[in-house]
């Protein structure tokens, strides 16, 4: 079937409304993270001017970011995305290491890091003890992996429906959070704690904080099918940033109303703690009932996808040939094994830490191929583009220089904020350099090796 897929494809159509996109966009970053992630930052800024600060300071940067993948997408359009500017500005080599990264890092540490967002809320609603999320994280992906072997696969329809979960989640905790007053179970502090902004908190605050506006870039996987591409990719990106900037914005103020800075601080599942503290029991098993639905559809979403790249990457990287396998079932089955087994490995490793500990194994390498992205437009536009009905990048130099500046920042502070996790991310990156060496004979199509999604 993923022979014959192959030989036949067809080239990519432009069917893609700007409704679609913006839906697309939407619906991959606003997943679970936000239901987990304000906990870490709230532990990290301490101040609640600070918090919001910082997550509107993400909406802002991810807004500049946005600007220069427009630019990319409209210009050089390809269902490859990052791969095919990476491969483009860098050759084969550079876009290797981003499958390797994809495949080992950032699509498995992804996996890894839903899955303690799912065993955090179900250690909520069924304990099982201290290792409870770690037990839930592994059940999940053993359970979603095994479903994609046998060939059942969600639909469009359902996996839509599922994506707005989260966002009907969010607007529940929105308008529970605002209407009500802090309860008089929650504590509240005489006093907000003092501004304490430094670098350090800055940058260890905006690791969780991107992360979870992470997937606007994705976009420019579909920029070859989108109608009039050129005004519709920048169109739905800074439409969907600026909405979920304000959400995300939106969604904090209302957990440090109900719970204080430091309840959100200390929250394992803070959405279902403000729940329970304005609504009760009730309340907070529904909310948590909701995100481990949509924790449920992102991770077999991710799961689905990293596949088939690690299948393509075993089509055209020999010492990768053991992961080419399509089932009559029609499932990659070598690459859904190999993939649950090195997300498997990165829930164990980050059993102490859990949520945090994913973060910073996949931080670091997130934001190196980020860089790499940003600087490709540099050296990409000194080429000359192909065609001249490209975005352009308003202020140029000037707004992917703040981009480029701003990943370089991101990829310090993640180095030095995450330590252990953030070495073994790179050490496993690395690894990648014996595969290439032997792999840098082979000729590779930009498209190929980054999406077969049969």
């Known amino acids: 079937m993923g022979e014959a897929i192959e030989q036949h494809a067809s080239a990519p159509r432009q069917v893609l409304s700007l409704f679609d996109v913006i839906a697309i966009v939407a619906g ?3 997943g679970v993270g936000i239901f987990r992630l304000p906990s870490l930052v709230a532990s990290i800024a301490g101040n609640e001017s600070l918090i919001v600060a910082v997550w509107l300071l993400g909406g802002v940067i991810s807004f500049v970011g946005a600007l220069c993948y427009a630019e990319l997408s409209t210009t050089y359009p390809s269902t490859g995305g990052e791969y095919h500017f990476l491969t483009l500005a860098y050759g084969k080599s550079v876009g290797f290491m981003f499958a390797w990264a994809r495949m080992t890092v950032i699509q498995t540490g992804s996996i ?20 409870g999320a770690m037990i839930y994280a592994v059940l999940a992906v053993i359970a979603l992996t095994a479903l994609n072997i046998i060939g059942i696969h969600s639909t469009r329809s359902v996996q839509k429906v599922l994506a707005s979960v989260a966002i009907f989640g969010l607007v529940m905790v929105i308008i ?12 509240a502090t005489a006093a907000p704690a003092e501004w304490n902004f430094s670098s350090a908190v800055l940058g260890s605050s905006l690791i969780f904080v991107l992360l979870t506006y992470g997937g606007w870039n994705e976009a420019a996987y579909v920029s070859a099918e989108v109608k009039d591409g050129r005004h519709n990719i920048v169109r739905a990106l800074l439409f969907s940033i600026g909405l979920i900037t304000v959400i995300y914005v939106t969604v904090n103020v209302a957990y440090i109303k109900v719970l204080g800075v430091q309840g959100v601080a200390n929250s394992q599942a803070v959405a279902a703690d403000l729940m329970r503290a304005v609504v009760g029991p009730g309340g907070a098993a529904f909310i948590t009932a909701l995100i481990l639905i949509k924790a449920m559809a992102s991770m077999n979403v991710t799961i689905f996808t990293g596949a088939r790249t690690n299948y393509a990457l075993g089509r055209d990287f020999p010492p990768f040939r053991f992961l080419h396998q399509w089932s009559a079932r029609g499932a990659p089955v070598a690459a859904l094994v190999f993939q649950s087994a090195v997300a498997l490995g990165l829930i164990v490793f980050a059993s102490q830490k859990g949520v945090q500990t994913a973060v910073d194994y996949l931080s670091p390498v997130f934001w190196l191929f980020f860089l790499l992205t940003g600087v490709a437009l540099f050296v990409l536009r000194r080429r000359g583009a192909p065609t001249q009905d490209g975005f352009r990048t308003p202020l140029y130099p000037v707004v992917p220089a703040l981009f480029c500046l701003t990943c370089a920042y991101m990829l310090y502070s993640s180095v030095s904020y995450a330590a252990t996790g953030a070495l073994a991310g790179l050490g496993v990156l690395a690894l990648g350099l014996p595969f290439l060496y032997f792999a840098a004979g082979r000729k590779i199509s930009p498209i190929a090796a980054e999406g077969d999604k049969s």
């Open 176 to 187: 529970v959070g605002l209407a009500a007053g802090a309860p008089a179970e929650v504590p």
């Open 28 to 30: 991959l970053v606003i």
């Open 112 to 131: 890894a890091l839903l899955g303690y967002v799912f065993g955090d809320y179900a250690n909520q609603m069924l304990p099982l003890g201290s290792s």
